[in-house]
């Protein structure tokens, strides 16, 4: 079993098998390199590619050149993951309900649909569709989408119990920090919201967009902490080095 951080060979990652390989072991933090032996599965697998690079528009382009897919459940998660990245919820829900009918247990069609229900302010709905296949496996990427659920629908000990476990886990350990640091701060623990926030930020590369969300994070908390000169410094700081982040500037101006 590979560790993250480390690399694995898939061939013939264009099947359905290798696809799911490939979905499988990115979530688990290892770098992937990928084999096809045909021009259609080298698309599928240029497409992967390209959504690993957060290339949405090139995976969904790569895609479409690949022709029909078929009931290839991994192929149309893929497509599904691409269609959600760019936006186009109601694309992204046919493909990824057309994946699960084939492999209603797929952990990344599954992850993927949650997605789309908590974008659609479901997040009931997002607990039971990952419940299941938590208990089952403790799929980090899948729990950190449960974590999300379950404090969207107000179940924040439930919450909290998977994060606790997430934060140990290095390829979601920042991001689980990040999802702490929102709970602490829904029960207007600052304290501990500041805390899980520099956790966050020690373990996120330089350039990550995630770093500066963990930033602005550590801003706010320090306006509601009572120290608006302090805030003010960060978010200064924050507005030259992301000016086209609009999150930053509306709080920029608004504190």
Known sequence: RGAAGESVLVHGASGGVGIAAVQLSRARGLTVIGTAGTEQGRKLVLAEGALRLDHPEQAVAALAEAGELGNDAAALTLRGRAQLALGALDAATADLDAALIVAPELAPALLARAQLDLLRGKPHVAVERLAGRYATD??????????????????????????????????????????????????????AARKAFEAALALLPVGAP??????????????????????????????????????????????
Do not use: C, K
């Open 210 to 255: 995630t770093r500066i969300d963990a930033r602005l994070g550590v801003a706010l908390l320090m306006h509601d902490s009572g120290d608006a000169l302090g805030a003010r410094a960060r978010l200064d700081e924050l507005v030259g080095l992301a000016p086209d982040n609009g999150r930053v500037l509306i709080e920029a101006a608004r504190i």
């Open 138 to 191: 403790g799929d980090a990427e899948l729990g950190l989408v449960y974590a999300r659920a379950l404090r969207a629908d107000g179940q924040a000990a439930q919450a909290r119990a998977v994060l606790d476990r997430l934060v140990g886990i290095g390829p979601v350990a920042a991001p689980a920090w990040l999802e702490l640091a929102a709970l602490a701060r829904d029960g207007a623990d600052l304290a």
